[in-house]
């Protein structure tokens, strides 16, 4: 193993979904986002814990990302957000996928589905991305799926902008405007079964929005939708990246550390190399901005980020080793990973003894490296993190 190395506790998924779900209205159900390879966390994994956790629904970005959940053997609904060009359509209905209608395939001449494909019409009422802009627009996609025998009408949906923004008014008019869609859907007589609005900001944010679905991604994921956002149950982290120190080294002051030579130290100092890099997800901009936790305590990135390895400053960690494991986000490494105890399992044998380890040491190990606040070193989102971490990173599911 190359010594990086994520822990997906997808118990940790499922307990956020089975909590989310408390906060819902009654009857209503939950579509669990897991596009883009379940934000980072594997696609199919996330789903399965999703579903353990009483999603109903899953929500992807194209057709095969789909097509991965059903050959995966997961018959859940699931329902792709982004367009599918209408050459797609057949395959979607074939799979028993719920495809968006958002503007213009109604026109293109889609050929026959068999069965009948699923639709769910998109409107666009403040996210100027996809979707019918009027309420006009979106009734006669409405009269054009249900004048075909081989569509079913199934929900009416949009997608909130600001949700997350609670001094914003920027999401309670596009629930009012919404909502009028609904009305006007309702007055036709083409009110569809599933009408959704709420991400996991609109969720926690008004039982209002619920209406008969939610569609919850970065919760499920045990985040909240944005640093300060109060969300009304407890969620928990899922992803745990971690590396192991490959050499620690003594610096003379006035040494420089990493590419560009942009730190130079003001002291003797100890610098722990790690191999994580950019290519693994771990953004550049965190070069002489980031932090891991190592041995407990917090000790900050020094020198540029390099595509496959960074360096970090573990001077005042004196016990600090190679063959010790840096926590990069999540949960702080147990203690009996370091000093070269990880390394020195090989075979199939390690990947179980981390897992179990993990498990054991994960209710009496209080310190941990969130997303979030990595996000915010990183000047972005946590979203943006999870989705990073490359394919290379193996991942371990707990
Ligand atoms: C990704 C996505 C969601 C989930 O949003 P979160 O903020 O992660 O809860 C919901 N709806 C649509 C259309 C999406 O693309």
């Not at 009996?336 to 990947?351: C, E, F, M, P, S």
């Not at 993990?358 to 993190?385: K, M, N």
């Amino acid at each position: 193993m190359r010594g990086t190395f994520a822990v997906i506790d997808t118990r940790a998924m499922e307990d956020n979904v089975r909590a989310i779900r408390g906060v819902l209205r009654p009857g209503v159900q939950l579509l669990t986002a897991v596009k883009a390879g379940g934000y980072g966390h594997g696609a199919v994994p996330a789903a399965r814990a999703a579903l353990a956790g009483g999603a109903t629904a899953l929500g992807v970005a194209s057709l095969e990302e789909a097509l991965e959940l059903r050959r995966a053997g997961i018959d859940a609904q699931v329902l792709v957000f982004g367009r599918v060009p209408a050459v797609g359509l057949p395959v979607a209905a074939a799979a028993g996928v719920d495809v968006t209608l958002t503007s213009d395939w109604a026109t293109e001449g889609v050929p026959p589905c068999s069965p009948a494909l699923r639709v769910h019409i998109k409107v666009d009422t403040g996210m100027a991305r996809l979707g019918f802009r009027d309420t006009a627009g979106a009734l006669r996609a409405a009269e054009f799926v249900q004048s075909r025998s081989d569509m079913e009408l199934v929900g009416l949906f949009s997608h909130l902008a600001c949700a997350d923004d609670l001094a914003s008014d920027h999401a309670p008019r596009q629930a009012e405007r919404f909502a009028a869609i609904v009305n006007a859907f309702e007055a036709a007589g083409l009110r569809p079964p599933q009408v959704h609005l709420a991400n996991s900001a609109g969720t926690f944010r008004s039982a209002s929005w619920h209406h008969d679905l939610v569609r919850v991604g970065i919760s499920a994921y045990g985040l909240p939708p944005s640093a300060d956002f109060p969300v009304p149950c407890t969620l928990t982290q899922a992803m745990h990246v971690y590396a192991v120190v490959q050499r620690v080294a003594w610096l003379d002051e006035g040494e420089t550390v990493g590419y560009g030579a942009t730190f130079r130290t003001a002291r003797r100092t100890r610098v722990a190399t790690l191999p994580i890099g950019y290519a693994d997800g771990y953004h550049r901009v965190l070069s002489n901005r980031g932090q891991v936790l190592l041995r407990g305590r917090r000790v900050p990135v020094i020198g540029r980020v390099c595509m496959d390895q960074m360096m970090v400053d573990v001077t005042d960690v004196p016990e600090a080793a190679a063959g010790d494991v840096a926590t990069v986000y999540g949960m702080a490494a147990p203690d009996v990973w370091n000093g070269g105890a990880l390394q020195a399992r090989t075979g199939a044998d390690v990947a179980q003894w981390i897992c179990d380890t993990f498990r054991a040491h994960q209710a009496t190990q209080p310190s941990v490296l969130s997303l979030t606040e990595v996000a915010r070193a990183a000047d972005t989102i946590s979203y943006e993190l999870m989705c990073a971490l490359a394919p290379r990173v193996v991942r371990l599911y707990v």
